[in-house]
């Protein structure tokens, strides 16, 4: 049986050996199963500590995948997106086929949720007729036997005819049998049994089709729906990461996966091409004889399915499962608007509560640092080069550290925990009158917190062309950074409506993100989102997994941005620290030959403009580069003592700890309101148009570097480009209509 | 939206679609009709012919459908549930609705 396998590989003498069995166990084991079987809980309990996240070759799926050494030899894991079928109903499922077409030295591990056996064994048993090693983990086998579900595993297993393991994916159970099953993996022996027209179709299929289930997925036409929705973002740029995730997907490199898809390797294109035409043909033959195959095999598949589950499905009037009453109460469509109020709100409190008084204190540290280095007896150019660009650029990166894992560890949980759905379900009907998805709804909200991370959660978004819009107009949403600018601003220019303008700023934010999503929309050609979701059974999260998920995206975020960031900080430094011969610094000359860009939408003072560069590396910086040219002079860290500095940055630890704690029952959103010195200073510099007009464009123009990272990271250079041009032509419209209206 | 009209509409009809159920009520699905796409992804999910199937509850704001089919629960939008036609259980003890009009 195995021997096809590995008379591939060429080492077939020790395979088939049974003394062996180490030899015969492929290197790669493809996670396959319906989403949220727990097949990333599953890797990560095999091979913790070597988890990584990658692009998919070519695409923008996100896949864990993570290396082994197990008694059996080096094995790579690699989670395929969770999928209900094999031919690929929804766009990420796409990747899958191709995945195991593509790649002859592939294992399934088929986890299977035993709470929902019937579902899950028609995936089974479609993996089955692809004819390549399976073993079957049953994972979930406590909380079925709470349902009243028993599953005799060897009798599932003799039927199947490949190993069946029961795990515990979460608390790392039954890995040790799963290894071991590994080298007993089958090709399968349970055979759907079509009916007699459609078996004979088949029949004459086979000959031309790679597997019994290419024969079968021709005949009832299941590939041209798989072309249909092919993926429109995938593009070259994401092909870095391709590398990292392996070389399974060598036979379409970086080109489209779902056009891919019918390629065996080894089978001709022109071969493929044949097999949908004489499908097509059986297909309409069977039709003329009243037969919809689709449906029959559909049916065929389940009443096996149904049949190897011995019917242990549960009963519908089964109402007695707590997940249901939470979901009378979540979902009731009175009170479950305000619980997805409350809990967004919450969410987004736990992740200032958590995360500000860590990044104060990055800032400590970072102050005292670029203290001792001006302390430091070196040439003044030297040590104003390791203050103003090395510490304050590795200092900006890290400053990021604690809200995006804070935010990456909460949107883990929401997600693990069955909570997302149902923020989706609640949200549909609102989002879809505004021309979202209803799942657009968080990475909008996390926008408020920060945009990376939100940028990060376009991914759970149906279709391809939904991210996109949504990530592009996700950076006109007013983060957490921009806030302290605008604090500032309206306590400079607009004392007595400083309340009212902040308001119209994130009112005026969103709605630029809607119009931008909208408008995309119209731009990205694609299929739009189905409404169709499962509302997953509530869980406890696997909170080693969340929390090992969120520091390897944190780690992501930083070797992907850290680079852009310091290269720009640099640049800022450099400007402001070489003077010109005339005397007058670099940044000020850059600043002055700018300004008559921005006359038109009522900037004209350099100081602003110039405020405004440093402010694409980050918004906050906004601040300080004001401060520094309305001539307050820098407030960076006084050249401290060694021990004054040591002193401080304990006070400040401790200060991290408290407010941690403190944070998560007081008000945290009190934003220190910046020093009234420079709100004095800047007060009457400018116009009211013109300080609406600054408002609107730091409002609305490039958040921060590191959002276009993101964006860069998930869709591809260009698509950066774009939000970079996009965001300042929006914010140049709007300063300028505001200008021009109050003028 | 009168409670009994659409009760006995319900009665009336044999086959409705799923949209036209209201909450509590439980049928069989009958057979699924619309766009190859959608009516793939609802096999997929796990909503084939002869499933039984339950209304559970409906979004606020025109929002989806909640639904348990089978074993699993899922969301639809109304104007996909339309193609899932149905035949509700009148004697079914989810459809309290309906058995006050005896």
Not at chain 1, 134 to 154: C, F, P, S, Y
């Amino acid at each position: 049986m195995s021997c096809q396998f590995c008379s591939l590989k060429g080492s077939c003498g020790l395979a088939t050996n049974e003394a062996t069995p180490q030899a015969a166990v492929p290197p790669r084991w493809y996670m396959v199963g319906t989403p949220n079987t727990g097949k990333t809980s599953l890797i990560n309990a095999i091979a913790g500590s070597t988890l990584e996240i990658g692009n998919w070759s070519g695409t923008t799926l996100e896949v864990a995948h993570a290396q082994a050494h197990l008694a059996c030899g080096r094995v790579e894991l690699i989670d395929l997106p969770g999928a209900y079928t094999l031919a690929g109903s929804a766009p990420d499922e796409e990747a899958l086929l191709p995945a195991l077409n593509a790649d002859r030295e592939a294992m399934v591990v088929n986890v299977v949720d035993a709470t929902n056996l019937t579902r899950d064994l028609t995936l089974t048993l479609e993996l089955a007729e692809l004819e390549i090693p399976m073993v079957v983990a049953l994972n979930l086998v406590d909380q079925a036997e709470k349902q009243g579900i028993r599953v005799d595993t060897e009798d599932l297993s003799a039927r199947l005819g490949v190993p069946v393991v029961t795990v515990k994916a979460n608390l790392g159970h039954g890995v040790g049998d799963l290894v071991t099953a590994a080298s007993r993996a089958g090709r399968g022996a349970a055979r759907v049994a079509y009916p007699a027209a459609i078996e004979a179709s088949i029949g004459r299929l086979l000959p031309h089709a790679a597997s019994r289930w290419h024969a079968i997925a021709a005949l009832t036409g299941e590939f041209e729906g798989a072309v249909e929705g092919a993926l429109e973002t995938t593009s070259g740029a994401t092909r870095g990461a391709q590398a990292a995730v392996g070389q399974q997907a060598h036979a379409h490199g970086g080109s489209n996966a779902a056009v891919a898809l019918p390629v065996m390797a080894g089978a001709s294109a022109g071969a493929t091409g044949s097999l949908a035409a004489r499908a097509a043909g059986e297909r309409a033959n069977l039709l003329a004889a009243g037969i919809d195959a689709f449906l029959d095999v559909v049916e065929a598949r389940h009443r096996l399915a149904h049949a190897l589950s011995g019917g242990a499905t549960r009963p519908l009037d089964a109402s007695d499962h707590p997940g249901d009453r939470v979901d009378q109460l979540l979902l009731h469509p009175v009170v479950g608007p305000f619980a997805l109020l409350g809990g967004l709100a919450l969410t987004f409190h736990l992740t200032f509560a958590l995360s500000s008084p860590w990044v104060d204190f990055l800032g400590v540290v970072q102050g005292v640092l670029a203290g001792w280095a001006d302390a430091l007896p070196l040439p003044d150019l030297l040590s104003s080069f390791l203050s103003g660009a090395v510490i304050e650029g590795v200092g900006t990166v890290v400053a990021f550290v604690p809200v995006l894992f804070t935010l990456y560890a909460l949107l883990g949980f929401l997600e693990n925990a069955g909570l997302l759905a149902r923020v989706a379900y609640l949200a549909d009907g609102l989002m879809r009158r505004l021309g979202l998805p209803g799942r657009a709804v968080l990475p909008m909200v996390l926008s408020l917190g920060c945009t990376v991370p939100a940028v990060q959660a376009t991914k759970m978004l149906e279709q391809p062309r939904d991210r996109l819009r949504v990530a592009l107009a996700l950076p006109s949403i007013p983060c957490g950074a921009r806030l302290p600018v605008f604090v500032l601003l309206t306590a400079a220019f607009v004392p007595q409506y400083a309340g009212l303008t902040l308001t119209a700023l994130y009112v005026g934010g969103f709605l630029a993100s809607i119009l931008t999503a909208v408008l995309f929309r119209g731009v990205f050609r694609g299929e739009s989102a189905t409404g169709m979701m499962e509302l997953p059974a509530y869980r406890l999260p696997p909170f080693r997994l969340v929390f090992r998920l969120a520091w390897i995206r944190t780690k992501a975020f930083l070797t992907s941005a850290g680079g852009p960031i310091l290269l720009v900080v640099t640049l800022v430094w450099a400007l402001l620290a070489f003077e010109l011969p005339s005397g007058v610094s670099l940044f000020e000359a850059v600043a002055r030959s700018l300004a008559p860009l921005f006359a038109p939408i009522g900037l004209e003072d350099w100081r602003v403009v110039g405020a405004l560069i440093p402010g694409m590396i980050a918004k906050e910086v906004m601040i300080g580069s004001m401060a520094l040219t309305f001539a307050m002079g820098t407030d960076t860290a006084s050249s401290l003592g060694f021990l004054a500095g040591l002193q401080d940055v304990a006070i400040g630890l401790w200060d991290a700890v408290r407010g941690t704690l403190t944070g998560l029952w007081g008000s945290v959103l009190a934003t220190d309101v910046p020093d009234g010195a420079l709100a004095g200073r800047l007060a009457g510099t400018l116009p009211l148009a013109s300080a609406l007009s600054l408002m609107a464009f730091s409002l609305l123009y490039v958040p921060c570097m590191a959002t276009l990272a993101a964006i860069r990271k998930a869709f591809g250079a260009r698509y950066a480009v774009l939000s970079a041009v996009y965001q300042l032509g929006l914010a140049y419209l709007a300063g300028l209509v505001l200008f021009q209206l109050f003028r | 939206m009168v409670p009994n009209l659409e009760s006995i509409e319900t009665r009336g009809c044999e086959l409705c679609g799923l949209d036209a159920m209201h909450c509590g009520q439980a049928a069989r699905v009958v057979r699924l009709q619309g766009a190859p796409r959608i009516v793939r992804r609802l096999i997929a999910l796990g909503m084939r012919p002869s499933t039984e199937c339950q209304v559970l509850g409906r979004a606020p704001h025109g929002g989806p459908i909640h639904l348990r089919a089978g074993s699993v629960h899922l969301m639809v939008r109304a104007s996909e549930a339309a193609g899932i036609v149905v035949e509700p259980h009148v004697d079914a003890v989810e459809s309290g609705h309906v058995l006050p009009v005896l």
